[in-house]
């Protein structure tokens, strides 16, 4: 059973809305960060990434900055940038991205249900980034930045949900990047009881994005559990932020690979051993998409193939049989020598949402060989994550994403 709890939330105004959201604090580097931010002093981007606050010199890392994000949280609310709800709701947050909508349920999670499994996994996090927003939501005593989970559909939430869709939303605009944004307060007491019990009934929810958030608010709760000794089991810190969306809603988008080199191989030797388990189709100068799973695209010296993977390389392994895994284990390692993808240097991964002029650009610029994907799908992320298994890295981007500063969930 999941344990899916209303929250009282902290969130802007409705004029403020448009100004706060912002895209989540991982999308950018200091220095795109810092463009984003400037002349949009109500952005949460300023508090989810303060350094923004400072000159270069000062580190990233520094305490002054996690410091700077809780003064500017702490202030904006004292400003009445933000109201505070005086009872615990849910909330419904609907997408809308080229006229395709999603619509999740903003809640807290139990911190016991990603520790006991409930919560699945398909990810490993790594330390460092980790300590980043374990010290971000420790000191600034919230968690700002929603933990985007996904659910199998459920009958009875839909029915909750369009009903409560029938109302006037609270929010209601559209971003500098075209995606819309609706969101409803769900305060009625039958509402707030039926959604709270169908997640009961709920076995397993699941991670489609924000690992490395997750990650951190449970070792933060951990971390008060430590502090306060007698602690209940139903202080704030003991849950986290997040949205969940059915699973029948949600797009991924491919995430694409780009390689500096071709592991010294000539073009003609490097095509003969992707032959060797790849049928190639020389398809000319057009971009192209792969159509279905076991196919991709790639591009080189200006122009493109068609790779469809043979039978023989062909897996129904949950993790083997992802389109990510045939390329990395029957191309990208064996072929061009790429070892471990997380920490290899010569290959770069690109989101969906770019393009595949991204692709052709980046091999115009530094590398020597991009391949286009076929999205790994939502039921191929649930059924690794209901084995127990993870992904290869950059397996998934989902799009549009949640964004920061409409929802805070305050730990106390």
């Keep these: 059973m999941a344990v899916v709890k209303p929250f009282v939330c902290i969130r802007p105004k409705k004029e403020n809305a448009a100004?706060?959201?912002?895209?989540?604090?991982?999308?950018?580097?200091?220095?795109?960060?810092?463009?984003?931010?400037?002349?949009?002093?109500?952005?949460?981007?300023n508090i989810d990434r303060a350094e923004t606050q400072f000159p270069s010199s000062v580190d990233t890392y520094d305490d002054r900055v996690y410091e700077k994000a809780r003064e500017l949280l702490d202030k904006q609310i004292a400003e009445g940038i933000y109201v505070e709800d005086q009872r615990e709701n849910y909330y419904l947050y609907?997408?809308?991205?080229?006229?395709?909508?999603?619509?999740?349920?903003?809640a807290?999670?139990?911190?016991?249900?990603?520790?006991?499994?409930?919560?699945?996994?398909?990810?490993?996090?790594r330390e460092d980034k980790e300590l980043d927003r374990i010290r971000h939501v420790d000191v600034t005593n919230a968690h700002t930045g929603p933990i985007f989970l996904a659910y199998r559909q459920n009958e009875a939430l839909r029915?909750?949900?369009?009903?409560?869709?029938?109302?006037?939303?609270?929010?209601?605009?559209?971003s500098e990047d075209g995606i819309g944004h609706r969101v409803w307060i769900v305060s009625c007491p039958e509402a707030v009881t039926g959604i709270q019990s169908a997640f009961v009934k709920i076995p397993?929810?699941?991670?489609?994005?924000?690992?490395?958030?997750?990650?951190?608010?449970?070792?933060?709760?951990?971390?008060?559990?430590?502090?306060?000794?007698?602690?209940?089991?139903?202080?704030?810190?003991?849950?986290?932020?997040?949205?969940?969306?059915?699973?029948?809603?949600?797009?991924?988008?491919?995430?694409?690979r780009v390689i500096k080199d071709l592991n010294g191989l000539s073009k003609e030797a490097f095509l003969a051993a992707v032959e060797e388990k790849f049928l190639v189709k020389e398809t000319g100068r057009e971009p192209y998409e792969p159509s279905g799973k076991g196919c991709f695209g790639m591009f080189l010296e200006e122009t493109w193939y068609e790779l469809e993977a043979k039978n023989e390389i062909v897996s129904h392994d949950p993790v083997k049989g992802l389109d990510v895994s045939i390329l990395q284990d029957q191309l990208l390692g064996p072929v061009l020598g790429v070892g471990d993808p997380r920490t290899d240097r010569r290959i770069d991964f690109i989101g969906g949402i770019r393009g595949l002029g991204e692709l052709e650009r980046r091999v115009h610029e530094d590398m020597a060989v991009a391949f286009a994907m076929y999205p790994t799908s939502i039921r191929e992320l649930l059924a690794v994550a209901d084995a127990g298994r993870l992904m290869p890295p950059k397996s998934t981007w989902f799009e549009p994403k949640l964004r920061s500063g409409l929802f805070i969930h305050p730990l106390g």
């Design 108 to 125: 807290c999670c139990s911190i016991d249900d990603y520790i006991s499994g409930v919560i699945k996994k398909h990810e490993n996090t």
């Design 204 to 256: 397993s929810t699941y991670i489609a994005d924000g690992h490395h958030r997750a990650a951190s608010a449970v070792k933060v709760g951990l971390k008060r559990r430590r502090e306060n000794p007698d602690y209940s089991g139903g202080e704030a810190y003991n849950y986290f932020l997040a949205v969940l969306f059915p699973d029948e809603e949600l797009m991924i988008l491919p995430y694409n």
């Design 19 to 45: 100004k706060v959201a912002a895209l989540p604090y991982d999308v950018y580097n200091r220095r795109e960060a810092c463009e984003e931010v400037a002349g949009k002093p109500l952005s949460f981007l």
């Design 159 to 174: 029915v909750i949900v369009d009903k409560v869709k029938e109302g006037e939303p609270v929010y209601d605009f559209v």
């Design 94 to 106: 609907e997408l809308t991205m080229e006229g395709r909508s999603q619509t999740g349920i903003v």
